[in-house]
């Protein structure tokens, strides 16, 4: 949903809405080899290393109202708003050119190295409750980071940076392979979220109710 | 597209929202023309350099509804 249509004539929502609106065409753009050349050209990693917003991640998961149903959603919300069409954008780019352009891949490592504590903290994924936003995040930052190990050369930034995931990365697997172990803690930000666990729950209840009855 | 334009808000995401449509059309007319257009370093290093939104990281703080 537009963030715009939520708080319609906010200075910061109209920032947002510019944001989406500037990184859906950049990704439009990134989904052909040429544009996603043309735009690491252009100093794309160089540019994304500068912008502060990125290390602005909220801790706000646990204070913030588990469904969010009013005009301003969570700092969460925002942040997931922003950071999503960064990394879908990253994502595109090495999905597009990490077999014929090497140097991006080192490009992204060195993006990933420079905003090292920020990359960490999202892996090391230490947030008390699970998401789904927070989920997606995941989802695609280990999917542009396994792109880029794989330019791990035995030196240089991706294998500083794939040294540095891989504590991370064997932590997520452990937390996440088995569905048990997180699915009680996943926590519904929006009401439709909270209708399908609810629904989950009714089903699940269900079952055990005629389990019960044979 | 001029790079004031880019500095206004309500500018900025329609002027983003028709090149993302235009290159949608153009790729689906197989007309390279306007992804050609787009592509041309200047212009892109001028989008590209607007990434670094300062005001992004005030749209974060808890009272940005204000």
């Known amino acids: 949903m537009p963030l715009n249509a939520l708080c319609p004539g906010s200075a910061s929502f109209d920032r947002l809405t510019v944001h989406e609106a ?7 753009l990134a989904q052909t080899p040429a544009g996603a050349r043309t735009l690491v050209a252009a100093g794309l990693f160089g540019m994304l290393s500068k912008c502060h917003y990125i290390d602005l991640r909220p801790d706000d998961y646990t204070a913030a109202p588990p469904v969010v149903n009013d005009a301003l959603p969570s700092a969460s ?3 997931h708003h922003i950071i999503m069409p960064v ?18 891949l080192v490009q992204a490592a060195e993006f990933f190295v420079a905003r090292r504590d920020w990359a960490l903290a999202m892996l090391r994924d230490r947030l008390p409750t699970v998401t789904v936003p927070t989920l997606e995040q995941l989802k695609v930052l280990t999917g542009i ?12 930034p991706a294998t500083a940076a794939t040294v540095q995931w891989r504590p ?9 392979g088995a569905p048990r172990q997180w ?29 019960r009855d044979d | 597209m ?18 993302d449509a ?22 892109l290093s001028a989008i590209v350099a607007t990434l670094n939104d300062a005001d992004l990281a005030a749209a974060l703080r808890p009272d940005a509804r204000t």
Do not use: F, W
Not at chain 1, 87 to 104: G, K, M, Y
Not at chain 1, 168 to 176: E, I, N, R, S, V
Not at chain 1, 183 to 211: D, F, H, M, S, Y
Not at chain 2, 22 to 37: E, F, G, K, T, Y
């Open chain 1, 22 to 28: 500037r990184l859906s065409l950049l990704l439009r």
């Open chain 2, 22 to 43: 235009l290159v949608v059309q153009s790729s689906r007319a197989q007309s390279p023309a306007m992804l050609d257009l787009l592509l041309q370093p200047a212009r």
């Open chain 1, 77 to 79: 919300t925002r942040y």
């Open chain 1, 183 to 211: 699915l009680p803690r996943l926590r519904p930000t929006t009401p439709a979220e909270e209708a399908r666990q609810q629904a989950a729950a009714n089903v699940a209840a269900g079952g055990t109710l005629n389990a």
């Open chain 1, 168 to 176: 991370a990365l064997l932590g997520l697997l452990g937390k996440y």
């Open chain 1, 87 to 104: 990394l879908r954008l990253i994502d595109s780019i090495v999905a597009q050119l990490h077999t014929s352009d090497r140097h991006v």
């Open chain 2, 2 to 19: 001029c790079r004031d334009a880019l500095d206004s808000p309500a500018i900025a995401s329609v002027a983003y929202a028709l090149l």
């Open chain 1, 145 to 156: 980071l396994a792109q880029v190990a794989a330019a791990d050369s035995g030196s240089g």
